[in-house]
């Protein structure tokens, strides 16, 4: 429902793309829970995807604010083989992936159908998932002093 108002928002600003297709552009970051306000610029890119909720590419945030006042439209922007991730795959390869290209952020989709968007994950997700790893081993690495009352009992003779 946000993505769809925020679409609404942008059809306003640049309203030669038609109707329902900046809905479709905001809805689509929301699966992965990357959902930015659009003024803050936190966000730089945004998932495509058809009528069908099916992903065509990806447009950036410089893009977008490149076609105002242009006669170019979205679709002369649209990056349609973007650099993805798959939800199987550990998040190692992905970080490998981001350093490789230089990317902070790509789309997550189905590696069996990969025009299927499941989200989207950014170089600060993948920091989060780090930090935690970390701090879960730090408490597993903790020194915990046990005691065996019942074992020191058995051990003492009776006289």
């Known amino acids: ?30 699966p992965g829970g990357t959902m930015r306000c659009p003024f803050t610029g936190v966000q730089r890119l945004y998932p495509v995807v058809d009528g069908e909720g099916k992903l065509t590419g ?11 006042g242009s006669t170019r439209t979205l679709a002369d922007v649209i990056k349609q083989k973007p650099v993805t991730a798959f939800p199987d795959e550990p998040l190692r390869v ?13 789309p997550v989709v189905d590696r069996e159908k990969p025009r299927d968007l499941l989200g989207m994950i950014s170089l600060n997700d993948l920091l989060q998932a780090r930090t935690r790893n970390l701090e ?5 690495e903790r020194i915990l002093r046990l005691r065996f ?11």
Not at 136 to 140: F, I, K, V
């Open 1 to 30: 429902m946000i993505g769809g108002a925020l679409g609404g928002v942008e059809s306003m600003v640049f309203p030669g793309e038609g109707v329902g297709f900046w809905p479709l552009i905001s809805m689509g970051a929301i």
């Open 58 to 68: 990806v447009v950036t945030r410089k893009d977008i604010h490149a076609l105002e």
């Open 94 to 106: 992905v970080v490998y992936r981001i350093a490789e290209t230089g990317l902070t952020r790509m």
């Open 136 to 140: 879960e081993e730090r408490r597993g």
């Open 149 to 159: 009352p019942i074992a020191l009992a058995r051990n003492k003779r009776v006289s």
